[in-house]
């Protein structure tokens, strides 16, 4: 099962945010704990789809909304960013690597959302830093949000995948 929502402002830009999900052999490869494997798991991609330059505050705030409002709607979801390094991506501090950037301005931008709306404070941000000692200047990052009652299983995850 694969959803999209489309975001679209007034300079032009265009997101998609697709949601596909992680059937139970995909998480059973990383977690045998039986709270893990009640969980769904959705691979969260947003896509530029047009626009230029840095994509504004509005937009990224209705990619929250977008997501809260789906996470309110489905208790037992759990949404899965990944920050890697096969694109650039527009950013003021060049001596960071754009995942690292994308995790950060993800982090701040989820914490910011949180701050102002009071239904939404239930969810966590767990973020997970994933080096490869083969290519240790490369690290990637994953982030897993998810209910406040879930929090253990999701950390449980995630510390397998810093093992893998």
């Known amino acids: 099962m694969d959803i999209s929502f489309d975001i679209l402002n007034q300079e032009g830009d265009h997101i998609k945010v697709g949601l596909s999900y992680y059937d139970y052999e995909t998480v059973s490869i990383f977690s045998s704990d039986p709270l893990t494997l009640t969980l769904i798991f959705y691979d969260v991609t947003l896509v530029r789809e047009a626009g230029e330059g840095y994509v504004g505050y509005k937009s990224l705030f209705a990619v929250s909304d977008i997501l809260a409002r789906f996470m309110n709607e489905n208790e037992d979801a759990v949404l899965c960013f990944y920050c890697d390094a096969a694109t ?10 754009p995942q690292e950037y994308r995790s950060r301005l993800f982090s701040r931008m989820f914490d910011l959302y949180l701050r102002t709306h009071k239904d939404s404070t239930g969810f966590i941000n767990h973020r997970v830093k994933i080096e490869d000692p083969k290519n240790p200047y490369n690290p990637q990052f994953a982030h897993f949000i998810c209910r406040k009652e879930h929090e253990k299983a999701v950390f449980e995850l995630g510390r397998e995948l810093m093992q893998k």
């Open 88 to 97: 650039d991506v527009l950013r003021h501090n060049r001596d960071i690597l």
